[in-house]
């Protein structure tokens, strides 16, 4: 009875560190997530490759598509 | 003897007795609390010892169209210091150390930084403030600083979690994606789309459980199920794409920021869904700096001023009063009804030009003379026309604080005014917000559809779609369709025809069709009169499938104000940034071509290469490039000085060669 109490306790405690834990995994996700998204957003990239004298194309990209030929 | 002994018995009856009433006593008090009071008692030994615990609900995240993540709750750490815990020999061994982190972290100076530690220790300060609301990884960060990172018992480290709300997109359309806030009375603020949607999707619903106290703070779950299951909240995806949410906000900024301007604001629709693909309001703070202060597109309610006309127009228009190519008299640029003056942009006016003419460089006489014609006598008629198409309704969309549109109406005496179908016809007297002009232009390209703009794509709970919402058509049919033929043709041509006032955003190509409208504000006291730039439309012109709408308040005068110049930019950087986006595809048959001119050299090029396989070939005037091909091939060591025709070589014709022998050729 007293053993398994006991034992009962040490599991809330391991819970309550295990949810801290994923609260932390969580943040640490969500931070690498919005550095991501701030990072890929076209506009920062622009700026960071400026310097090498790279812009933004104002045309757009051709795209050659072949019409399918259904074959005799 | 017996009398003694009869005293002593006596006695120790009398304390017996006394005894026996205590214990009495006690058996009573006992029952008492045990039976009478022990519902009270045991109630508090209960509450001392078991709780009902909340446990939170998780509250849903935003997301735009394509799954990027707009608002989300993440834990976020108060770092704190306890001066007084760590030993002196501790804060004397680190502290150094411990300034010089810091200083890392804060900017400021070693010294400094020191003596507020040594001063927070001094003061016997146990709650010394080292950084407020930072992210998981700055936290690390300080759990490694020299003193903190002996913990909370040596080193003094105090960390306080709490719950925020996080933009991962930082400043960028934060105003839309909004949030939901509590103040100290329990009031709610409920910006934008997190706010409108807090209490039915996101928030979910807190459950509970009964736990008991067990030490060191915790608390066990009596029971092995929860009493109420939390429900965490759904999650909202947006019809915001990225993307062009960026390029939206950064070419709005950089136009406020050159123009000097209080605020302004840019929305781009989808044509055929109202799909709101960005939104971007921003206003200058004190510091000059331009952040999401307020949603400008939803909820300030403005005079339109020219970008209006097209609604006069096409009402007039769908009266058939007028027509496109008839003539108006623009009155040198000065009309006069009871005494108040329209006035065009330009001096002296335009002469004699057609209605359509009249719009594409926006001469308020000619717009103005074309309705106060046809509408004088039944003004009603006009306004009622302009109803019929919407113009006065609420979009009734999710997000809290509309402005309302206003337009004045004949049989409401209080409003109506002598002047009010003259100057409503060029955007004055009347009211709405860029969102709703944005939606009747949408209209106007969607063939007269107009549809409700939409902020929402579905709301998820994970995979499963829980609500999904659909397009919405507010009016399915505002106009004929010749008279959105006929408008539609108007705004392409203030683009394209030379005199059209938005010629100067004009491409060759890609094309696009628009309004402006340079309005004037605060005109009641010409010291303070300000503009009201605005810039809408759609693109491509043709076959529509975004509109825009820009509206930029207070530029700076000394810069320059006109629709044009100050909002029109905006527009055309998006309208390019979509088109270069998307790739042009041409078609073609087979892939397999052939070309004369290519077929016919490359015969010469085999030919020679037959017939020349050791004796040195002509090869001036042939490519550099087919000359290497044909003299390597034979064995021969090419040098030459760049790429071109070939001038020189430096081995005869017809000369016999060997291997690896050098040959130059000269370009």
């Not at chain 2, 919407?390 to 206003?406: A, C, S």
Request: proline letters at 4%; a positive charge; hydrophobic letters at 35%.
């Amino acid at each position: 009875m007293i053993a398994s109490s006991h034992s009962a306790d040490t599991k809330v405690h391991e819970i309550a560190r295990m949810s801290n834990e994923v609260k932390e995994l969580r943040s640490a996700f969500v931070d690498g997530r919005s550095r991501l998204m701030r990072l890929k957003m076209e506009s920062s990239i622009v700026q960071k490759v400026a310097d090498k004298g790279i812009k933004p194309s104002l045309n757009p990209p051709q795209k050659i598509k072949v019409k399918p030929t259904t074959k005799n | 003897m017996a009398g003694v002994e009869k005293n002593i018995l006596n006695r120790l009856y009398f304390v017996a007795g006394c005894m026996f009433v205590f214990a009495l006593a006690v058996v009573f008090k006992l029952v008492s609390i045990q039976v009478v009071q022990g519902d009270k008692y045991r109630a508090k030994a209960e509450e001392s010892t078991i709780d009902r615990v909340v446990i939170p609900a998780n509250r849903g995240n935003v997301y735009s169209a394509d799954g990027s993540l707009l608002a989300t709750s993440v834990p976020k750490y108060d770092i704190r210091f306890d001066a007084v815990t760590p030993s002196t020999k501790t804060f004397e061994k680190y502290v150094k150390a411990f300034s010089d982190s810091l200083s890392n972290y804060n900017g400021k100076s070693v010294a400094a930084n020191e003596k507020n530690l040594r001063k927070a220790r001094k003061n016997k300060n146990r709650y010394y403030l080292i950084a407020r609301d930072i992210g998981y990884s700055e936290y690390l960060r300080f759990r490694s600083f020299p003193m903190l990172s002996l913990g909370a018992f040596k080193g003094g480290l105090i960390v306080e979690q709490t719950t925020k709300r996080e933009h991962p997109m930082g400043g960028i359309a934060q105003r839309t994606i909004g949030y939901e806030r509590q103040d100290a009375d329990g009031n709610y603020t409920r910006p934008g789309l997190d706010g409108a949607y807090g209490i039915k999707y996101l928030r979910g619903t807190d459950g509970s459980r009964l736990k008991q106290k067990i030490g060191k703070g915790r608390w066990k779950p009596i029971a092995d199920y929860n009493e109420v299951e939390p429900k965490d909240g759904y999650d909202v995806y947006t019809t915001i794409d990225v993307n062009i949410q960026d390029i939206a906000h950064h070419a709005l900024l950089e136009q406020l920021e050159k123009y000097k301007a209080d605020h302004g604001c840019v929305v781009v629709m989808e044509t055929k869904s109202g799909e709101i693909k960005a939104i971007s309001n921003l206003g200058r703070n004190k510091n000059g700096h331009y952040y999401e202060r307020l949603n400008y597109a939803v909820g300030e309610s403005h005079e339109p001023g020219s970008t209006f006309k097209l609604m006069a127009v096409t009402a007039a228009l769908e009266d058939k009063v007028i027509d496109t190519s008839d003539v108006v008299d623009t009155k040198k640029g000065v009309l006069s009804f009871y005494g108040k003056k329209v006035r065009d942009s330009r001096r002296g006016g335009y002469g004699k030009i057609s209605i359509s003419k009249a719009f594409e460089v926006s001469s308020n006489t000619g717009i103005v003379t074309a309705i106060d014609q046809h509408y004088r006598k039944n003004p009603k008629q006009f306004v009622d026309r302009l109803y019929a198409m919407n113009l006065n309704q609420l979009l009734d969309i999710p997000i809290i604080g509309e402005g309302k549109p206003f337009i004045p109406h004949p049989d409401n005496k209080k409003s109506w005014s002598g002047i009010a179908l003259q100057w409503m016809a060029y955007g004055y007297g009347v009211s709405f917000t860029p969102l709703q002009t944005l939606t009747f232009y949408n209209a106007i390209a969607n063939e007269g559809v107009m549809v409700k703009p939409q902020f929402l794509k579905e709301v998820k709970s994970f995979d499963e779609v829980v609500v999904p919402f659909k397009k919405e058509v507010i009016n399915p049919q505002i106009c004929s369709k010749e008279t959105v033929a006929k408008v539609k043709k108007l705004l392409q041509n203030v683009v394209e025809k030379p005199h059209g006032t938005g010629h100067g955003l004009y491409s060759k190509s890609f094309s696009m069709a628009g309004k402006t409208g340079t309005c004037q504000k605060d005109y009641v006291n010409k010291e303070k009169l300000n503009y009201i730039s605005s810039f809408a439309g759609f693109f491509p012109a043709e076959s529509p499938k975004y509109s825009c709408i820009v509206v930029i308040h207070e530029p700076d005068k000394t810069v320059g104000y006109y629709g044009a110049d100050v909002s029109g930019p905006v527009f055309k950087k998006i309208a390019q940034k979509i088109f270069t986006d998307n790739p042009m595809v041409d078609t073609i048959e087979k892939l397999e071509v052939v070309d004369e001119n290519v077929e016919s050299r490359f015969n010469k090029y085999f030919e020679l290469a037959e017939k020349h396989i050791t004796i040195m070939p002509n090869v001036v005037g042939l490519p550099a490039m087919d000359a290497v091909a044909l003299l390597e091939n034979m064995g021969l060591k090419v040098k030459m000085n760049q790429v071109g025709k070939i001038k020189k070589q430096s081995i005869k014709r017809g000369d016999k060669v060997r291997r690896n022998q050098e040959v130059i050729l000269e370009i």
